[in-house]
């Protein structure tokens, strides 16, 4: 490593102000800090003193996401070798049938190997794509600007290939993380300056521009000619009744075994996520707490008046908990601190905000059963006015007291 430390030493001069890679310094400063912490630091007071840096900060998110990687690349193996068993295909083709052969791998519900490396071989392409597409985007406007490239898109892009189906066409992946940097972030300024979530953004924008390869039946798992709704959309059709006449429990959706978005399927793992993200203190457990009680509220308010059509308004809290993307936008998206409120109180109004969104969402508006991402968007877009009406409260109620 000392050798890698002189040869980054030696060459920096080319990379700073003046010097012939002058163009290219966000490349060498991203790559520096990356391998080792900034030797910047400040010297004179006032400053804020702390152990960890935003590079840190976005690593340990990272590494907070991986239970949900995981676990999400494991079930989607799991969908898919359970349904080709039913259908009575034996092995996958392509080359995934080779990559698995060449593994020792084979297509059997039963072992945990062939599913995790089916559900790899699903999810890495995707992230790859993610991570290189949205890495250039965020290379050229660092260049341009002539700023650092920031480290907020290790987070970005994984919780973006994380909320996508297995089956999507990969250039769609893309279209998607482009626009999520660059209209989601990079035009406001970058990273600090985004009022929306960017990994959301991207989704969305999917989500609308490319409906049939991110919505329906034919997306959740990874077989072709295969078809399956995801227990949310099965409750929005017929109740809970539905969903567990299709052989779905509450315990399924908790540990993730369902079909759904790769990422997003596991309650479990999204509250190890949450775990380290509270003991780190990196995410609020105000706004956390704000969703779930903002969901649970509402959803009793649906209970309460019950409908004789919409099977939605009987559908217990505890199932909204574990069904579609709630968990792991509670975690990972609702508490972006970029994108939230900053406020202690707005942080309350803003987590309630985002569940009564989700659950209205799904209840009243059947086209759009997940509701989540769109909860969080709309919450994105009314926390600086919130913040704005706390901020001139405290105003005015020292000014009252002072009068």
């Known amino acids: 490593m000392k050798g890698l430390r002189k040869f980054l030493d030696r060459n920096e001069r080319h990379f700073l102000r003046g010097g012939k890679l002058e163009k290219f310094g966000a490349l060498y ?56 068993a039913t259908m009575g295909i034996e092995q996958i083709e392509g080359f995934r049938g080779s990559l698995l052969a060449l593994f020792g791998a084979g297509n059997n519900p039963d072992s945990w190997w062939d599913n995790l490396l089916l559900g790899a071989s699903y999810w890495l392409p995707i992230y790859l794509v993610t991570f290189i597409v949205g890495g250039i985007w965020e290379v050229i406007f660092a260049i341009v600007r002539g700023h650092e490239v920031n480290e907020g898109f290790f987070v970005t892009s994984i919780l ?17 993380i482009s626009f999520g940097v660059v209209i989601g972030k990079e035009v406001f300024g970058g990273t600090g300056k985004n009022f929306l979530n960017p990994a959301l953004t991207g989704r969305a924008f999917l989500f609308f521009a490319y409906p049939a390869e991110i919505s329906g039946n034919a997306v959740w798992t990874a077989v072709d000619g295969y078809t399956g709704a995801t227990p949310l959309t099965l409750a929005a059709e017929g109740g809970i009744d539905a969903v567990q006449a299709a052989g779905f429990e509450w315990s399924q959706a908790f540990f993730g075994f369902i079909p759904g978005s790769i990422g997003e399927t596991s309650a479990l793992a999204c509250l190890f996520g949450a775990a380290m993200l509270l003991y780190t203190k990196i995410a609020s457990w105000r706004i956390m707490a704000g969703v779930l009680v903002g969901m649970v509220g509402m959803t009793w308010l649906f209970n309460l008046i019950g409908s004789d059509t919409n099977p939605l308004f009987a559908m217990p809290w505890y199932w909204h908990l574990v069904l579609g993307g709630y968990m792991f936008a509670l975690v990972y998206m609702a508490t972006d601190p970029v994108s939230a409120a900053m406020t202690n109180t707005g942080k309350w109004i803003y987590g309630a905000l985002i569940g009564l969104m989700v659950v209205m969402i799904r ?4 086209a759009f059963p997940e509701g989540m991402m769109l909860a969080v968007l709309f919450g994105n877009l009314f926390a600086p006015v919130i913040d704005w009406f706390v901020v001139q409260s405290n105003i005015r109620r020292r000014a009252q007291r002072n009068v």
């Open 29 to 84: 400063e991203m790559v520096d800090t990356f391998l080792y912490s900034p030797s910047a630091v400040t010297r004179t007071a006032p400053h804020v003193r702390d152990a960890i840096d935003l590079k840190r900060v976005m690593i340990a998110v990272w590494i907070a996401v991986m239970p949900c990687a995981f676990i999400g690349m494991f079930n989607v193996g799991f969908q898919a070798n359970s349904a080709m």
């Open 160 to 176: 973006f290939s994380l909320t996508l189906p297995p089956t999507i066409p990969l250039w769609q992946v893309a279209l998607g």
């Open 363 to 366: 209840v009243i508006n059947p």
